[in-house]
């Protein structure tokens, strides 16, 4: 398929006519899959993981087995929500979608908060692979659907663009059909930006976690048990408890603050309300306003800058708007003028 980015000609097909996906949205909101966030199946190690995991819990059985590069890393899921993100937004503005995805690095790189560096280039490299030999066996439902076979988080990947010096510029992705099924069901939840700002790995499963069980609710609890076996730590319970003090000390999780409470209960309470329906809303928009918002904002996820306008409007007192259409397209404006200026 080496070719497929070439320069556009006349009356050339549409990506997805052609089998592919273009991930070109700028800025599109973070969305992940609510099933690996609600179940362990990536590695929250640093080193390669090579260990058979297995995880059973109220009816739910998954076993995930590694290739010879290790399991698939909280890390490399980073790959994966860029990609749900993606296809999320584009679903959202009625474009079609497939599951073959092809992406630029560079954005991947930017859109995850990671370096550009010829290193992390390499480690982007390594982190396709282990996503690929990954295999996970479940019977979690996605789509109404109960999978029983065996799937690779990602079915394949291959470099379709390379620079002079060997760096890849653009890469192809097929995920698989069991998570591209989350995908089109909208069994996703949003995401802090500030997730990717998060670089120890249980932080970021515990987000997860947070995220996917206090939901709407003010405050989720669990117990520490609970959470070592839901989270796929390996420490010892003892090691694990301390490393849960010291995020509560540090509060370094977006959106909720934790505490220890009697009973060894950990308690999430929600801290920035994350708005995604339209009653919390200060109300629907027209669709004539998306229209004038991607006109103002090329390339822009206008639905990712909906929901920032939303937490905005949230944040600063929820005030009645006189005009609510007009006042997103002035916070687009806004927008647009910050990031001609990053």
């Known amino acids: 398929m080496t070719g497929t980015l070439a320069a556009s000609g006349g009356g050339r097909l549409p990506a997805a006519e052609q089998g592919f996906f273009l991930c070109d949205i700028f800025d599109a909101i973070p969305k992940d899959d609510i099933a690996t966030m609600e179940h362990p ?3 929250l190690s640093t080193r390669p993981d090579r260990r058979i995991l297995r995880y059973e819990h109220n009816g739910a059985a998954i076993e995930v087995t590694p290739s010879v590069k290790g399991l698939a890393t909280i890390h490399d899921k980073d790959i994966l929500i860029y990609c749900i993100s993606q296809l999320m937004a584009a679903l959202n503005a009625g474009r079609a979608v497939t599951r073959r995805l092809v992406l630029k690095a560079h954005d991947l790189l930017l859109a995850t908060n990671r370096e550009t560096s010829g290193d992390a280039y390499r480690r982007l490299v390594e982190a396709f692979d282990r996503l690929a030999g990954t295999r996970i066996k479940t019977n979690i439902v996605t789509g ?20 002079r010096g060997g760096r890849m510029v653009s890469v192809a992705v097929t995920l698989s059909e069991w998570l591209f099924r989350a995908v089109l069901s909208k069994s996703v939840l949003t995401l802090s930006r500030d997730y990717f700002q998060l670089r120890k790995p249980l932080e970021r499963r515990i987000y997860e976690l947070a995220r996917k069980h206090c939901g709407r609710q003010e405050s989720w609890r669990v117990s520490v048990d609970v959470l070592l076996k839901k989270s796929g730590s390996a420490s010892p319970r003892r090691v694990f408890r301390a490393m849960l003090r010291e995020m509560i000390a540090a509060q370094s999780l977006p959106d909720y603050d934790m505490a220890e409470e009697p009973g060894d209960l950990i308690r ?21 306003t998306f229209a004038q918002a991607r006109e103002i904002f090329p390339g822009a996820d206008v639905y990712a800058l909906e929901a920032e306008w939303k937490a905005w409007w949230a944040a600063t007192g929820r005030p009645r708007l006189r005009a609510r259409d007009a006042a997103f397209l002035g916070f687009v404006r806004t927008r647009r003028g910050r990031g001609a200026r990053a």
């Not at 109404?144 to 620079?163: A, N």
């Open 41 to 43: 199946i990536f590695s």
């Open 268 to 288: 999430f309470s929600l801290r920035n309300r994350v708005i995604e329906s339209l009653s919390e809303g200060p109300g629907p928009l027209a669709p004539e």
């Open 144 to 163: 109404d659907v109960e999978v029983t076979s065996g799937f690779g988080l990602i079915e394949s990947w291959e470099i379709e663009r390379k620079t």
